[in-house]
């Protein structure tokens, strides 16, 4: 089961807080992929593609907010875009 982290709104722990809520609920995941008769490698690659498709989403997000606040800056300015 998933719990919720310790505290809401941030602070400097939260990220660890988070990762142990949903440990038993990615655990329940990875043990029902091993029931259906996934092996280890194939879980581990699955992982690693989930991780790599996460890590590109937040660089193009990290990119789409720079823009976004060149565009806002260059508008406060009475610039063109």
């Given at each position: 089961?998933?719990?919720?982290?310790?505290?809401?709104g941030?602070?400097?722990?939260?990220?660890?807080?988070?990762?142990?809520?949903?440990?038993?609920?990615?655990?329940?995941?990875?043990d029902?992929?091993?029931?259906?008769?996934?092996?280890?490698?194939e879980?581990?690659?699955s992982?690693?593609?989930?991780?790599?498709?996460?890590?590109?989403t937040?660089?193009?997000?990290a990119?789409?907010?720079?823009?976004?606040?060149?565009?806002?800056?260059?508008?406060?300015?009475?610039?063109?875009?």
């Amino acid at each position: 089961m998933i719990r919720p982290p310790k505290r809401q709104g941030e602070y400097p722990d939260r990220e660890i807080d988070c990762q142990e809520a949903m440990e038993p609920g990615f655990q329940a995941i990875l043990d029902c992929m091993l029931e259906v008769g996934w092996t280890r490698g194939e879980i581990m690659r699955s992982l690693r593609r989930l991780i790599a498709a996460d890590n590109m989403t937040q660089k193009e997000n990290a990119k789409v907010e720079a823009q976004i606040a060149i565009a806002l800056a260059m508008m406060r300015a009475g610039r063109p875009i």
